[in-house]
């Protein structure tokens, strides 16, 4: 089966850092782009981060300076390093992958994407 699995949520007081990972299962990370989004309660998803193949990256404005992306292609593996945490970064953060060719398009073809993980709940106390 085709698959994603996030880890690395947790509870984190405001100013930490939380790492996250995602793996994909089932098929080869190498020519996805892959992308972070999250969801707090009572509100909309929203995309975070995403990062293509070639390392190009996007980054939602709330997170830029703070946040970073990366991947680990010969482990099937990408992640998201988070810093300076903030209360309104609570949430349920969910990465999905595509092959889409642009780290742009990851947001906007969001409700269409290849692969989806669960989630990893992110709580950041003030």
């Known amino acids: 089966q085709v698959q994603l699995a996030e880890s690395g949520g947790g509870l984190v007081q405001a100013g930490g850092s939380l790492k996250l990972s995602c793996k994909l299962s089932g098929r080869t990370l190498s020519t996805h782009t892959m992308g972070w989004f999250r969801q707090a309660p009572g509100k909309e998803r929203e995309f975070v981060a995403a990062i293509t193949w070639d390392g190009s990256t996007n980054f939602h404005d709330s997170v830029k300076g703070r946040f970073t992306i990366s991947r680990d292609n010969a482990k099937n593996t990408g992640y998201l390093q988070m810093d300076s945490l903030k209360p309104e970064d609570t949430a349920v953060y969910y990465c999905?992958?595509?092959?889409?060719?642009?780290?742009?398009?990851?947001?906007?073809?969001?409700?269409?994407?290849?692969?989806w993980g669960q989630g990893t709940l992110v709580t950041v106390s003030s």
């Open positions: 999905a992958a595509d092959r889409i060719n642009t780290a742009q398009a990851m947001p906007v073809h969001h409700r269409n994407l290849e692969v």
